[in-house]
């Protein structure tokens, strides 16, 4: 039954946030690597070993009073699967930024040296990762100091002329991050460009605006 749900999830998620044309077109690439379905015990993820980027994450915030410090951790590959590295993010716009973030497991330093793996690791416009998505991140861990269960999911999206930097990894056109709590779910989209200064909340989406986008996605 687990196999089939994964299946499932796999099948839902594939026509969502479209592919480029300009990287779909390498065919000995396409059919190389894999979309790699792993799950941790802090998240669960679907990894693309074409794009070397995570494409879906889910995780629930686990650590909303935790302080542990992340002095000295750097993001670390895993052996088994063909993912991003140090190198793909040198050198430019681009921070190596967290899908679960670290704010929501500092519950302590080996909990919190988990969310370093560069399968929780995307290509993120330090204006975008430092600025908006920073600060919906806290809004996330201040919700679970109200509500036992916070749950996010995010969608990588790919699609319209997508730049692949010198090392290999293939940059994501945006994120839609979905924060479940209380019954209740609220939506966002952003885009992978400079939004420094701009409000999260400028940010979000309705039900129709992402079935909008995914279609939008789906016939490139």
Known sequence: MKNILKLLILILWLPLCGQSSSVGNDTNRESNFKLRHISTDIFEVIYSEKYEQPTWLRYKVQCPLGNASRRGLDFYQVDSVRTSDNYDYSGNVWD????????????????????????????????????????????????????????????????????????????????????????????????????????????????????TLNKHNTDK
């Open 96 to 211: 190596k930024g967290h899908l679960a973030p670290a704010s929501a497991f500092n519950c302590d330093r080996e909990t919190l040296k988990k969310t370093f793996t560069y399968l929780n690791c995307v290509l993120q416009h330090e204006g975008l990762n430092r600025g908006p998505w920073k600060e919906l991140e806290r809004f996330e861990v201040g919700l679970s100091k109200i509500y036992d269960e916070v749950f996010v999911e995010i969608k990588v999206c790919f699609e319209g002329e997508l730049i692949i930097v010198p090392g290999g990894a293939t940059v994501p056109s945006g994120f839609i991050r979905t924060i479940k709590f209380d019954n209740k779910e609220i939506k966002y989209y952003f885009p992978n460009i400079d939004v420094s200064g701009k409000d999260w909340g400028l940010f979000r989406i309705t039900n129709e605006q992402e079935l």
